[in-house]
């Protein structure tokens, strides 16, 4: 498989990218299921692989952890008990969150629709739960980005998130956005007190028969 894959791509993939391009495949309904895969953790070391297609590459920490946002769990590999598959997310959760975002990116100007993931705004290692309001949609691109470090989101989906960017290295933010609406004071006309005036814009035509 990863020979079909640097093939594919014309060049030696990073085992960071050979996983982006087994756990994706293309979707009908924009929810991007991973195609068959597993990631494993070594009970002795707690280092972590994924499996797929006869192979098993090693996984960082942070490539871990996006993984295991949106996922299912089959329990220990070790123990004769079969236990079910427990989603990481529960469905009828999922399919709101993907409904509510639009089943699109929601980091602000971006609006992709491929390859989505969802996020949870607080990780579950830090106490975040299954909440709606804890739940986004993020496109692969992004959603690598956050776990690298370079995005960090806050606040409460969908329309009270702070999203901040930073450069691999910088501590201070270059960028920060929200998706707050917008919000637009009305425009008041300025009265005009001489007699006879017209709206601005237009002009003032003579009344038929006057003098």
Same mark, same amino acid.
């Given at each position: ?48 692989? @994924? ?66 993931? @969802? ?49 691999? +290295?910088?501590?201070?933010?270059? @960028? ?19 007699? +006879? ?15």
């Amino acid at each position: 498989m990863r020979t079909a894959c640097d093939d594919e791509r014309g060049e030696r993939l990073s085992d960071d990218d050979l996983v982006d391009v087994i756990v994706r495949e293309p979707s009908g309904d924009g929810t991007s299921r991973p195609c068959t895969h597993a990631v494993t953790t070594c009970r002795i070391c707690k280092r972590s692989s @994924l499996v797929a297609g006869g192979m098993e590459v090693p996984l960082t920490q942070a490539a871990c952890e996006r993984l295991l946002c949106d996922a299912e769990s089959a329990g220990d590999l070790e123990r004769e008990e079969v236990e079910p598959l427990k989603a990481t997310i529960p469905h009828p959760t999922r399919r709101r969150v993907f409904i509510r975002d639009r089943f699109a990116c929601v980091v602000p100007g971006c609006r992709s629709g491929r390859n989505l993931d @969802l996020h949870h705004v607080v990780f579950r290692s830090r106490g975040g739960t299954h909440a709606m309001s804890n739940l986004v949609v993020l496109c692969s691109g992004h959603h690598t980005t956050l776990h690298d470090g370079q995005l960090a989101i806050t606040g409460v989906a969908p329309d009270r998130l702070v999203f901040v960017f930073r450069r691999a +290295g910088d501590d201070e933010p270059h @960028l920060v956005l929200t998706s707050a609406p917008v919000q637009f004071e009305p425009i008041e006309e300025e009265e005009d007190d001489e007699q +006879g005036s017209v709206p601005r814009g237009t002009e003032s035509a003579p009344v038929p028969g006057s003098g």
